[in-house]
């Protein structure tokens, strides 16, 4: 026993470290589990005020080209209006005006802090539950998609990016219509791989990339990229496609997040194996 | 020894408050991360017990980590760093590396010789880096392109390294 005791003694720093190294690594895997939410909430209060002063100034240096922006943000916002709206006549035949109902909403935020050089990119927005954010909703900015809110404080909210190893949002070719997902392979923050396309129909450079609508998230017809390259060997059943992102994620500056309206609704009809 | 103690505790808020609130809204090219704290780990007096070391490594990681939120990935580099360093004082008996009489201070290249010090900050320095990016990517996918962030965020690292010691070696023997 006591011989047992000295070596404990003698090797004390290697019990330490493997102690420590578990808290740290037990912190870091629980990172998304709720105990450590709290300490979350705290920190990113904590930070989300240091983050706001910076985020004040560069928002008004970028003001000017943020009026460009917000200029094409409302000509894109007439045109497809439709989309997100919900018909409720599936008749045909003459449908009138009071057929739509209000489907998805929208909240203005401004992004207060970004990683890009990560394995896994996180954004932080300056809008939270006080504002009716919750988790799991869709994030898009005026020229692309961002990513899903992933935790949500009192006033600010963190979103799990397109720029993520576990993301993966449906979209689908803009002229064709075919459903892919889409996912990050790393490394670039302008560059998105696109697979499960049938590899029976042409696909053209410089396709257009738009959300598919499929999932409560994001709207249908939100501009996502453009499609760069065939990545797949041919024979292959399925295409992998190289995208570009249509977004700069390294300027985005002001943000949507989609709130759909029908979201329980669309939940509980989905069967329950359904991802995003 | 009270002199030694503030300097290393205003090191620590130093470096962390630095790497926490500046350096980490820095965009190099390359994607690279410049890491300043983990001078901190390497610049720890050389008298301190191995348990002191690992809990201060490892608060200077955790206070990173709420700066940053990224809870845990910090820590458990930090921590790694300063086991590293405990053993390459282990493997390496003090009395190679040293002069008796500089026992007490922080390590340095006056006391270790440039060429000592650096192996041993290097080591420091790499294994930090390494457990890092490699607990953030948590994948061997990208395995060479996490490897040239490790090495890349490492020279920098001791770039920022030899230019402090050598600036505060300059101005006074304290720091």
Same mark, same amino acid.
């Given at each position: 026993m006591n011989q047992i005791l000295q070596l404990l003694k003698k090797n004390l720093y290697l019990v330490l470290f493997v102690l420590l190294e578990t808290i740290a690594l037990v912190l870091f895997f629980s990172n998304s589990q709720q105990p450590s939410a709290r300490l979350y909430e705290l920190c990113t209060a904590v930070r989300g005020r240091f983050l706001s002063i910076g985020g004040d100034v560069r928002s008004k240096k970028a003001l000017k080209s943020e009026i460009d922006c917000l200029q094409q943000e409302n000509a894109w916002l007439r045109a497809c209006l439709?989309?997100?709206?919900?018909? /409720?006549? =599936?008749? !045909?035949?003459?449908?009138?005006?009071?057929?739509?109902?209000?489907?998805?909403?929208?909240?203005?935020?401004?992004?207060?802090?970004?990683? /890009?050089?990560?394995?896994?990119?996180?954004?932080?927005?300056?809008?939270?539950?006080?504002?009716?954010?919750?988790?799991?909703?869709?994030?898009? @900015?005026?020229?692309?998609?961002? !990513?899903?809110?992933?935790?949500?404080?009192?006033?600010?909210?963190?979103? #799990?990016?397109?720029?993520?190893?576990? @993301? #993966?949002?449906?979209?689908?070719?803009?002229?064709?219509?075919?459903? !892919?997902?889409?996912?990050?392979?790393?490394?670039?923050?302008?560059?998105?791989? #696109?697979?499960?396309?049938?590899? =029976?129909?042409?696909?053209?450079? !410089?396709?257009?990339?738009?959300?598919?609508?499929?999932?409560?998230?994001?709207?249908?017809?939100?501009?996502?990229?453009?499609?760069?390259?065939?990545?797949?060997?041919?024979?292959?059943?399925?295409?992998?496609?190289?995208?570009?992102?249509?977004?700069?994620?390294?300027?985005?500056? /002001?943000?949507?997040?989609?709130?759909? /309206?029908?979201?329980?609704?669309?939940?509980?009809?989905? =069967?329950?194996?359904?991802?995003? | 020894m009270q002199a030694s103690l503030w300097s290393n505790i205003i090191r620590f808020v130093f470096l962390v408050a630095v790497q926490g609130l500046v350096l980490e809204h820095i965009r190099l090219p390359g994607n690279l991360h410049w890491m300043v704290y983990p001078l901190f780990v390497v610049l720890l007096p050389l008298q301190m017990p191995a348990v002191t070391l690992l809990l201060s490594s490892f608060a200077a990681g955790f206070c990173v980590d709420c700066l940053c939120d990224m809870p845990g990935l910090n820590a458990a580099a930090a921590t790694l760093a300063a086991f590293v360093r405990i053993v390459y004082f282990r493997l390496r008996p003090t009395k190679d590396v040293l002069h008796d009489s500089d026992l007490a201070g922080t390590p340095s290249p006056s006391s270790m010789g440039w060429g000592g010090f650096l192996s041993y900050s290097a080591w420091v320095v790499f294994f930090f880096h390494a457990g890092y990016f490699f607990l953030e990517a948590f994948s061997f996918r990208n395995f060479f392109y996490t490897l040239y962030l490790v090495l890349g965020s490492s020279l920098l690292c001791i770039v920022s390294l030899v230019v402090a010691v050598t600036f505060f070696r300059a101005g006074n023997n304290k720091r």
């Open positions: 439709e989309t997100s709206r919900l018909a /409720l006549q =599936h008749d !045909g035949g003459s449908v009138p005006d009071s057929a739509y109902a209000q489907r998805y909403d929208f909240l203005c935020a401004h992004v207060v802090h970004a990683t /890009l050089n990560m394995a896994n990119n996180y954004f932080v927005l300056d809008a939270g539950r006080s504002e009716g954010v919750a988790e799991g909703m869709g994030v898009i @900015s005026p020229c692309g998609i961002i !990513g899903i809110v992933d935790k949500v404080s009192e006033h600010f909210c963190s979103v #799990l990016t397109v720029l993520h190893s576990q @993301s #993966l949002v449906s979209v689908s070719l803009a002229s064709s219509g075919y459903t !892919g997902s889409l996912s990050w392979p790393g490394i670039r923050c302008d560059e998105a791989e #696109l697979s499960d396309i049938p590899s =029976h129909i042409q696909i053209r450079k !410089g396709e257009n990339v738009v959300t598919s609508g499929l999932s409560a998230v994001f709207p249908g017809g939100i501009p996502v990229g453009c499609v760069e390259g065939v990545l797949s060997k041919p024979g292959e059943d399925f295409y992998r496609l190289k995208i570009k992102f249509s977004e700069d994620y390294h300027r985005v500056d /002001l943000v949507y997040i989609v709130k759909d /309206l029908y979201k329980e609704e669309f939940e509980t009809c989905k =069967h329950p194996s359904g991802r995003i | -």
